[in-house]
């Protein structure tokens, strides 16, 4: 079992930054594929960047490559996403998920993933 907790959201102004970070719990969290996503009023779902369970590989959804960076610390059960250059279209709320699949692999799709934070709403301001 893994449990997630998410933190670092809040309101910013388009440019600036946030830094959300993502506590797990559990034994099997080194083991495990991470993933940020993102839901707007109305919208669905997306996944925004993902990490395999060692940090050698990510991957970023179009939108936020180049503003966004996943990175892991599994000596401390921590997960982080820096988010640069914000823009009021990232606002959302943003999950947290872990994926217990066999492979050293990042998964891109919701279904893919096993547990769930309960989110922290981030609002960038024009």
């Known amino acids: 079992q893994v449990q997630l907790v998410e933190s670092g959201g809040g309101l910013v102004q388009a440019g600036g930054s946030l830094r959300l970070s993502c506590a797990a719990s559990g034994r099997t969290f080194s083991s495990s594929s991470m993933g940020w996503f993102r839901q707007a009023p109305g919208k669905e779902r997306i996944v925004v960047a993902a990490i395999n369970w060692s940090g050698s590989s990510t991957y970023y959804a179009d939108s936020v490559k180049g503003r966004f960076t996943i990175s892991r610390d599994n000596a401390k059960n921590m997960v982080y996403l820096q988010m640069n250059s914000l823009k009021p279209e990232d606002t959302a709320v943003y999950y947290c998920?872990?994926?217990?699949?066999?492979?050293?692999?990042?998964?891109?799709?919701?279904?893919?993933?096993?547990?769930w934070g309960q989110g922290t709403q981030v609002t960038v301001s024009s």
């Open positions: 998920a872990a994926a217990l699949q066999f492979g050293n692999n990042w998964y891109k799709e919701g279904d893919q993933y096993d547990y």
